[in-house]
């Protein structure tokens, strides 16, 4: 019998129109009248001193509702809606107000709250009589996230843009509190101009967080205020740098659009560039052959058992942090080579003199470190190998992110910190791009197969997981590593991909893969037109015609 | 000369050149590059010689750069190899730039009688799957002859769509094109083959036929078996399904004088007429395939000998029975095993192998409510796998003189004119390097992967230079370190 009445409830998704809003909203009622923008279409801002942020997500929407102009994935392209577009109703006006009286706080600062007290719920009603739509939230971050479906709600033809669905009812808020994408900008350099089209994009699919793994072995673009030289030399040239103005401007542009930016320095491990400036901290230096002493070159970790190295990477986190309003920070901590430490001459002396472990000065720079964080009001953020590998003394309000496997999801939990999903074998952009590493013919990239928008789409984010643990779920993200990226790659590998994580952490798991693809389709699309370069999931024949390039169609 | 002056590309070593400012500071000035053709024999200009039958074609020169000041000397017995020696590996990638000073750390550079081991170096597109405007066909054969590809294979029509708008059947392309913006017309296909014949390419243009036609169904329903039919898997290798109705003889009428309708609209001696991966299942599904059959009293391969008598591929070689003239050249694309069988019966052959070439592998599966799904030729195939391909395993001596040369594909399922770069470049240029240098250097060391990768990141930030979105292979941090990210560096 459940049997049966699944196959009836699939059978009924499959039939109803593929409407395209991604993410999918939690509550969404359509209807089958056609309904358009009149001509002189205005949102109006119902908000007793609006922040200039939100009527700049006004205005940006507006222009979108102007610009977009694309046209319905069906064949035709819209040409059988002639008829029905001509007669339809005229929207006038969609009007945008708080339900709470509460002081009105701008999109950025709302953005930047704790990932507990963001609030992101809203509801859209657009009638389909042509009497004015209204959108409502007790946060201006609730708006700004209604106001993104309410530009993809919209299809142009003959100059006439409008929707078949009305009316249309939404409530809508996530499922999980956390969506991000990770860039990483130290293997290859990214100018801001292309991290900002990235953000743009992030936001019209409502992820909420930028997790910026800046800094790494292979170079060190960030310019620190007391730390000039890292950058001076790390960098790869004196213009491929982040000032301090570059990261203002790109943290505003960020959380106008509702969107935190969690930066992370890597350490101890991955800080090879920072040898270039100070060798005296730097174990195990370009060392070579660079597979003993690191998973890629160049090797070189900090020198963590060096109290000097302790408080010069401790002052260096702080002053990052400081940096960025976030209150989150990730101290990294992820694949760690004890060999670099082994053949560490400068090391093995302080192990002796001291009489620490490896394990005990690990956790002894770990706790300064995340001390400095604490003491700015910062959450830490580590990767999973710092509860799962080594013995470190974490506070408990740390979150862990998931990255070697899926299947290390469970021993996280079990340890009991908050943590992100972010594993290599569902959410890793890069994979299946061929190896890298010279002189290796055959090499093939460590995480093969690469990883389809179907395969993330399928994830499931509290699998194998008891209720409790499940709690303990942040969210997730897609990541992209740039060994083989820059900007000139950076949008057809991230997206329409990255939207699949999107989805999948806005609307939560177990939705039909079959219909997500024409919205998937639909999303892209209209990115496409928003200046993105994303890539065609399909042949242009299978996305005007929903399910006939299914497996088994 | 307009690369010379504004490509401003710094040498690919830690500090980008600063090392050379004094060496440079005291070098010699090349006043100028001499370009000369040699002998008395009347010349053509590059467009014509270009697209000569590849036996005719004739790219080798000779370059001479002294280190003393005295003019550079470029001489060709062609006009194509004088292209040859001001583009590529060669003139106009010597030089480099260090503070608005263009320089040439290697001089004097002597290249005596550089030719290439093989005349057909090629690079498939795919503009049915998803539509290319000609401005990125256009950058694509710039990237294309900077590298000496000398042939654009131009798989303009497929299943998907029919954006070939060819004067004798508009309606193939006005009902089976993506949107009436998305066609090539007449003047496109001219303004395309003339922008790559002056820049040494020739253009094989590609009707696949009879599977791969779906598209023409839009127009022509009489004449496709199995359109559009499901499941799709059970008719054709990808949906939609559609081949054309080779036992009939309407048309394989219609067909002929497709094929040659667009024959007329180029200037190439080769043609591409595709034969690959006939669905039987489709014919056998489709009643009025059956009925002339049986009237004819002809097999199914009967049938396609007589629909197919000049037209030529390598499957259509290897599996089944037809009669094919001497003179028709054969892909290899499926596997690279492939290629001793098509020798074995004396058929010239260019390399395309799936498991070396295809660029469009390694992306995922692309068909809908597959969550599982992979490309059907996983793994990706790097740049390196590419190179190491040998054009001459397993063939005899007598053999060696059929292979052609080789060609790297892109299948556009999952491509458009947004990655249409950077998946690419500068991966393509792999092969182009095998089938133009073949297994020695110029410098008579066997041709080595590790070596070739500082020569392809300076080609690949080259391109960039030039406008091409090609993808770094490395961190930046490697290419200014040529050999310190191998494998066991």
Redesign the interface.
């Known amino acids: 019998m459940a049997h049966i009445l699944a196959l009836i409830l699939t059978a009924l998704v499959v039939c109803s129109p593929a409407f395209a809003l991604w993410p999918l909203p939690k509550d969404l009622q359509t209807g089958s009248k056609a309904l358009r923008l009149a001509d002189d279409f205005d949102i109006q801002l119902s908000v007793q001193r609006a922040p200039a942020d939100l009527q700049a997500a006004v205005a940006r929407t507006k222009g979108y509702l102007k610009t977009d102009k694309l046209q319905r994935l069906v064949v035709g392209r819209g040409e059988n809606d002639r008829t029905a577009i001509k007669s339809a109703k005229e929207l006038s006006s969609l009007t945008v107000s708080l339900t709470s009286n509460e002081t009105v706080r701008s999109i950025s600062e709302e953005a930047m709250d704790a990932l507990e007290d963001r609030v992101e719920t809203y509801s859209l009603t657009v009638p389909g009589d042509g009497s004015d739509a209204t959108l409502k939230a007790n946060s201006t971050l609730g708006l700004f996230r209604g106001l993104t479906t309410f530009g993809q709600l919209w299809y142009e033809f003959d100059d006439i843009t409008y929707t078949l669905e009305a009316p249309i009812q939404i409530k809508d808020a996530p499922a999980y509190p956390y969506r991000g994408f990770m860039l990483d900008t130290a293997r290859n350099y990214f100018p801001i101009s292309d991290i900002m089209r990235t953000l743009d994009a992030m936001s019209w699919v409502k992820i909420n967080t930028f997790h910026w793994h800046i800094v790494d072995s292979q170079s060190f673009p960030l310019e620190v205020s007391g730390f000039t030289e890292i950058s001076g030399k790390g960098a790869y040239s004196a213009t491929d740098v982040y000032t301090s103005k570059d990261v203002e401007e790109i943290v505003s542009y960020a959380a106008a659009r509702g969107i935190d930016v969690m930066v992370e320095v890597d350490t101890p491990g991955h800080t090879d560039a920072i040898g270039q400036s100070h060798p005296e901290h730097i174990a195990c230096n370009q060392g070579t052959p660079w597979a003993t002493f690191a998973n890629e070159p160049p090797a070189g970790q900090l020198r963590f058992t060096n109290t000097a190295t302790v408080n010069f990477t401790t002052d260096l986190i702080a002053a990052v942090a400081k940096m960025f309003p976030s209150k989150y920070f990730s101290t990294g901590g992820d694949e760690l080579n004890e060999a670099c430490y082994a053949a560490d001459t400068q090391t093995q002396q302080e192990l002796n003199a001291t009489g620490k472990t490896l394990e005990q000065a690990l956790s002894t720079f770990t706790v300064s470190t995340h001390q400095a964080l604490l003491k700015l009001q910062k959450t830490p953020v580590v990767w999973e190998e710092m509860v799962l590998a080594h013995n470190v003394t974490l506070s408990n309000t740390t979150i862990v992110m998931v990255w070697i496997s899926s299947d290390d999801v469970v021993a996280v939990a079990k340890k009991g910190y908050r943590f992100i999903h972010a594993a290599s074998d569902y959410f890793y952009l890069d994979c299946g791009a061929g190896g890298w590493v010279g002189a290796n013919p055959s090499g093939n990239s460590w995480c093969d197969p690469f990883k389809t928008w179907q395969f993330s789409y399928s994830f499931d984010p509290t699998g194998n997981l008891t209720t409790e643990e499940s709690k303990l779920v942040m969210g997730g993200e897609h990541l992209l590593w740039t060994e083989q990226s820059n900007q000139h790659n950076l949008d057809p590998i991230v997206w329409p991909r990255a939207a699949s994580g999107a989805e999948l952490f806005w609307t939560g798991p177990g939705k039909n893969i079959s219909t997500a693809l024409p919205r998937l389709h639909d999303v892209a699309f209209r990115m496409e037109q928003r200046g993105i370069g994303t890539i065609p999931l399909q042949p242009l024949w299978c996305a005007l015609r929903p399910g006939t390039c299914d497996l088994t169609a | 000369m307009s690369h010379i002056k504004n490509d401003k590309l710094q040498r690919l070593v830690v500090g ?1 050149g600063a090392n050379d400012s004094a060496a440079i500071s005291r070098a010699p000035s090349l006043p100028s590059l001499c370009v000369s053709l040699l002998g008395g024999s009347a010349y053509h200009p590059i467009a014509v010689e270009a697209i000569k039958p590849l036996a005719q074609r004739s790219e080798g020169y000779s370059l001479t750069v002294p280190s003393d000041g005295s003019p550079a000397q470029l001489t060709s017995e062609t006009t194509l190899g004088l292209l040859r020696g001001l583009t590529t590996f060669r003139f106009d990638q010597l030089w480099y730039d260090l503070q608005g000073l263009t320089y040439s750390y290697q001089a004097p550079v002597k290249i005596v009688d550089d030719a290439p081991a093989f005349p057909y170096r090629g690079f498939i597109l795919d503009t ?4 290319f405007p000609i401005n990125d066909i256009k950058r694509t054969l710039d990237a294309m002859s900077s590298v000496k590809i000398n042939m654009f294979h131009w798989h303009i029509v497929d ?3 029919f954006p070939l708008d060819v004067p004798e059947f508009p309606e193939l392309a006005v009902n089976g094109a ?2 009436s913006s998305e066609i090539y017309t007449p003047a496109d296909v001219q303004d395309i083959i003339s922008y790559a014949a002056v820049r040494g390419i020739d253009v094989l243009m590609d009707i696949d036929t009879p599977g791969h036609t779906a598209a023409i169904a839009y127009s022509h329903p009489e004449h496709i078996a199995c359109p ?1 039919s ?4 059970t008719f054709a290798s ?3 399904a559609g081949q054309l109705r080779i036992a009939s003889q309407a048309t394989t009428n219609f067909a002929a004088n497709l094929i040659s309708s667009v024959a007329t609209m180029v200037s190439s001696t080769m043609f591409s007429t595709g034969g690959d991966e006939l669905n039987t299942n489709c014919y056998t599904q489709d009643n009025q395939t059956q009925a002339e059959l049986r009237s004819s009293g002809k097999t199914l391969d009967q049938a396609l000998d007589v629909f197919l008598q000049a037209e030529h591929a390598a499957d259509m070689i290897l599996n089944h029975n037809i009669t094919l003239g001497n003179d028709t050249i054969a892909i290899v694309w499926k596997t690279s095993a492939d290629a001793p069988s098509i020798a074995a019966r004396n058929f010239r052959f260019i390399h395309q192998p799936s498991d070396y070439f295809y660029l469009d592998c ?14 059907w030729c ?5 740049w ?2 590419a ?2 391909f040998n054009p001459l395993e397993n063939l005899t001596s007598s053999q060696v003189a059929l292979c052609l040369g080789g060609q790297q594909p892109l299948w ?5 004119p ?2 249409l ?3 690419t470049w500068p991966r393509a240029a792999s092969s182009a390097e095998v089938f133009w240098t073949g297994a020695t250097l110029p410098n008579g060391m066997p041709r080595n ?2 070596s070739a ?1 500082a020569r392809l990141h300076d080609i690949r930030y080259r391109m ?1 230079q030039r406008g091409h ?10 290419a200014l370190r040529p ?7």
């Open positions: 980008r049915s799957r998803n539509f299943q998907h769509s993506y949107s559009f499901t499941p799709s898997a990808e949906p939609p390694g992306a995922g599966g692309w068909e809908g409510n597959d969550p599982s799904g992979n490309s996983d793994p990706f195939k790097t390196q796998r190179y190491i556009t399922e999952q491509s458009g947004e990655n770069d950077p998946i992967d590790t990768l960039v979105q090609a993808i770094r292979l490395q961190p930046h941090w490697c050999g310190l990210c191998d494998l066991g560096s």
